[in-house]
């Protein structure tokens, strides 16, 4: 397994920027698909968009394709996400999460390792 520490979160108005990173522990981080998921208050936790072992395919939520893009640097073990034109209906605890299989995918089955979270507030 890999370990996970969420950065980069804060408070930011809506149209802003912040740029999530998550880097890892461990020497097979470039095997594992890597999964963005966040959570607010109230509310089950959600998928935001993941990426593949390569880095070659990734998936979006609808709710924030064309804001929010997922990239990973295997040789610094850490996984990215920029999100572009934020709304006050992002503000959530975001969470990165590892799958094994070097997949990813929209359902939280698969990951096996999460990290602790980061919070990002968007004010109106």
């Known amino acids: 397994q890999v370990q996970l520490v969420e950065s980069g979160g804060g408070l930011v108005q809506a149209g802003g920027s912040l740029r999530l990173s998550c880097a890892a522990s461990?020497?097979?981080?470039?095997?594992?698909?890597m999964g963005w998921f966040r959570q607010s208050p109230g509310k089950e936790r959600e998928f935001v968009g993941s990426?593949?072992?390569?880095?070659?395919?990734?998936y979006y939520a609808n709710s924030v394709k064309g804001r929010f893009s997922i990239s990973r640097d295997n040789a610094k073990n850490t996984v990215y996400l920029q999100m572009n034109s934020l709304k006050p209906e992002d503000t959530a605890v975001y969470y990165c999460?590892?799958?094994?299989?070097?997949?990813?995918?929209?359902?939280?089955?698969?990951?096996?390792?999460w990290g602790q979270g980061t919070r990002v507030t968007v004010s109106s």
């Open positions: 990426i593949s072992w390569s880095g070659g395919t990734t």
């Open positions: 999460a590892a799958d094994p299989s070097g997949y990813g995918g929209s359902s939280y089955r698969p990951y096996q390792s």
């Open positions: 461990g020497r097979t981080f470039s095997s594992y698909g």
